[in-house]
């Protein structure tokens, strides 16, 4: 079992950073493919981003490429999404996810869910 929690959303302009965390606890962290999704309203859960294990291999959504970056620190069982270069149709609450799959995209590959941060971004 993984229980996840978030936090770090609010209200940023368009154009400033935001750096989300997401804590984790239970057994074997280390192990878990750890993810960040979003839904937006009246949108399905979109994939954002991932990271492996130790090691650290990363792969992300196209809309958030360039802009987004994933990390974790294992001793502390965190995982980081640093946003920069924020849009408005980034706005949408956001999850942290974990999962034993690598290279994992899809909302059902992933067995353990947080409650969700809010991102808004104003224009």
């Known amino acids: 079992q993984v229980q996840l929690v978030e936090s770090g959303g609010g209200l940023v302009q368009a154009g400033g950073s935001l750096r989300l965390s997401c804590t984790a606890s239970?057994?074997?962290?280390?192990?878990?493919?750890m993810g960040w999704f979003r839904q937006a309203p009246g949108k399905d859960r979109e994939f954002v981003g991932a990271i492996s294990w130790i090691g650290g291999s990363t792969w992300y959504a196209d809309s958030v490429k360039g802009r987004f970056t994933i990390s974790r620190d294992d001793a502390k069982n965190m995982v980081y999404l640093q946003m920069n270069r924020l849009k408005p149709e980034d706005t949408a609450v956001y999850y942290c996810?974990?999962?034993?799959?690598?290279?994992?995209?899809?909302?059902?590959?992933?067995?353990?869910w947080g409650q969700g941060t809010q991102v808004t971004v104003s224009s």
């Open positions: 239970g057994r074997a962290f280390g192990s878990y493919v």
């Open positions: 996810a974990a999962t034993l799959l690598v290279g994992a995209t899809n909302d059902w590959e992933y067995d353990y």
